[in-house]
């Protein structure tokens, strides 16, 4: 249960008023997951700070488009906070944009082509929200969002701001340094460049890739990461040889198709996706002597998978 007097500390009648009970499966891709015990969508950064210090000595866990994560069964204790609500857009001169971290990725997409600019193109078919995309460094083929920053604005756990310019923090494959429990991405500043002829075509080939992803199940997207320096290949490649596709249990199997994606079937529950991902994870690790690390975000959970 809820430590301490949270909502007595809180000043902002808004923010009491919009808390709420929120069954996590609704709210994430993968559509597993119980019941988060308090659930707020504020839509300033003030009221997330207000939150934070209210929350003090609460878990607090924040979700994003929902695209990549894990909640355990059953009641999630504690502060789950959502930034879908902070989804302010506005362009700057010298093709930069100012950007909430609630706003849809797929959304920001369309908009640089409407603005006839590039560097997004990887970006074709990736779900979820750009603070989202931030903390996974979100990417396909080498590019990854945070290659596009030029700052972030994030409230730190002492509930103040903090402006983050491009190199004082450290990102690759699939990682961001930003990505922490105890801070929140509010906002960045991403900068484009001119359209290019090739991108159209740099367009479709990402979007073609993605035909061999079985988007039409609920998944959480691509299970692990790809295993960078241990081996050249792919993560689905692996699983796709340990004879991982088509391993279920409970409501959750190994899609057919590409083999790094786990697919609700069928009212999967969580414990049914965790114990699935462990499985695989033993079966390639024992087969081919290769660790391979989740991307799918188990929030949560005493263990890892
Ligand atoms: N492969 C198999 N069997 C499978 C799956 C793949 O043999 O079951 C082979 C493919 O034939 C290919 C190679 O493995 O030769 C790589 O597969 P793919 O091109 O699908 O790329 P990927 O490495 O599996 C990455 C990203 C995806 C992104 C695609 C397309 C990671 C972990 N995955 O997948 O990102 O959409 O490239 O650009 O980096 C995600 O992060 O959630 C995600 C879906």
């Known amino acids: 249960m809820i430590v301490g007097n ?29 019941e988060a015990e308090i659930f707020i969508e504020p839509d300033t950064p003030e009221e997330f700070q207000e939150i934070l210090v209210a929350a003090q000595g609460n878990r607090v866990y924040i979700l994003g488009g929902g695209s990549n994560v894990v909640f355990p069964d059953g009641l999630v204790e504690g502060v789950v906070l959502s930034t879908r609500a902070l989804k ?13 971290a609630g706003y849809s990725l797929p959304k920001l ?29 979100a990417g396909a083929a080498g590019f990854g969002i945070c290659d596009l ?16 310019r491009k190199n004082d923090f450290a990102y690759s494959y699939r990682y961001c340094e930003l990505a922490n429990d105890a ?21 479709k080939n990402f979007a073609d890739k993605r035909r061999n992803q079985p988007l039409e199940f609920r998944s959480a997207g691509c299970t692990f990461k790809n295993p960078e320096s241990q081996s050249d290949k792919s993560a689905g490649k692996l699983l796709d040889e340990c004879g991982c596709k088509g391993l279920g249990i409970g409501g959750a199997v190994v899609s057919g198709k590409h083999a790094n994606f786990i697919l ?3 009212g999967a529950s969580s414990a049914d ?3 699935l991902v462990r499985i695989c994870r033993e079966r390639v690790l024992s087969e081919t002597g290769i660790s391979l690390e989740p991307e799918i975000k188990f929030v949560g959970f005493d263990d890892a998978p």
Request: proline letters at 2%.
């Open 273 to 275: 996706v965790f114990q």
């Open 6 to 34: 949270f909502v007595n500390n809180l000043r902002n009648a808004d923010i009491i008023k919009n808390i709420k009970k929120q069954r996590l499966s609704e709210v994430c891709a993968l559509g597993t997951g119980g």
């Open 88 to 100: 302010k857009i506005r362009w700057l001169e010298d093709s930069r944009v100012e950007v909430q």
């Open 264 to 266: 609700n079937v069928a």
């Open 109 to 137: 997409f369309r908009e640089v082509r409407e603005h006839d600019l590039g560097g997004l193109e990887f970006a074709v078919g990736i779900p979820g929200t750009v603070g989202g995309a931030i903390c996974g460094n």
């Open 183 to 203: 801070r929140i991405i509010i906002s960045c500043v991403m900068r484009f460049r001119e359209k290019s002829p090739d991108d159209d075509s740099m367009i």
């Open 149 to 164: 920053l030029e700052e972030v604005t994030t409230i730190e756990s002492d509930g103040n701001l903090r402006i983050w």
